[in-house]
């Protein structure tokens, strides 16, 4: 197959395994969505959705945000991990968006990428998943899946994040990304990887990827 056809053959696929993509993190509004984004880094997003209806029953909005303090913040988050952190960014931005933006979620990326603890994955699925406009948020799944896949050299994510742009056509974008973390969770994970069920990988993965995978097995 040339790389048009593997790109098709993985749009058709994933269409056939995911018709309908939930959004992993649970959320309201941009606001909401962009809080539990940057809780799920280095989290998972069960963890994630546990802890956001405790935070959101106190401050749901950048005002009651600010009415908490870090450390009651930080005191609410703390089972998602790197809470320090995470509280600072969360106080800080809900600051940032009353002062500067109205108490709205901009829809820009680099008044996105602006605001403390916002990288750019958590822009680029703020901008996707809350406002519609096409991203391609590169996780660890999607990093992991576009080297399987031969699609990307898995050099680091900004390099896969521009070959998912280059080869899959804009305006599947915001729904694709999505079927990729799931198709990844479900049949091509890191760890406790089957090859016979990942049938994505199977058909187009990178010949090395394949040849280690049946070395370690044998």
Do not use: C
Not at 96 to 102: A, G, P
Not at 131 to 140: L, R
Not at 147 to 169: C, H, I, M
């Amino acid at each position: 197959m040339n790389k048009k056809e593997k790109v098709d053959f993985v749009i058709k696929t994933l269409n056939e395994f995911y018709p309908e993509v939930p959004i992993p993190l649970e959320h309201q509004d941009p606001y909401t969505l962009l809080i539990a984004v940057l809780l799920s880094a280095q989290s998972t997003d069960v963890r994630v959705n546990q802890i956001t209806p405790l935070l959101f029953a106190e401050a749901d909005n950048p005002y009651d945000m600010v009415k908490l303090t870090v450390e009651e913040i930080r005191e609410i988050i703390k089972p998602v991990g790197l809470s320090p952190m995470k509280s600072k960014g969360i106080h800080g931005l809900s600051k940032i968006l009353i002062e500067k933006h109205d108490g709205k979620v901009p829809q820009d990326f680099e008044a996105l990428e602006a605001l403390p603890a916002v990288g750019h994955k958590t822009a680029s699925v703020v901008m996707s998943q809350g406002f519609g406009v096409p991203a391609f948020p590169v996780d660890t799944h999607i990093h992991r899946l576009m080297y399987r896949w031969n699609l990307s050299n898995g050099k680091n994510v900004v390099q896969t994040e521009k070959d998912a742009k280059r080869l899959f056509p804009e305006e599947l974008w915001n729904k694709l990304h999505l079927q990729i973390i799931w198709y990844g969770r479900e049949y091509s994970p890191a760890r406790g990887w089957d090859l016979e069920k990942d049938v994505i990988t199977k058909t187009i993965g990178r010949q090395s990827v394949i040849n280690e995978y049946y070395k370690k097995k044998s």
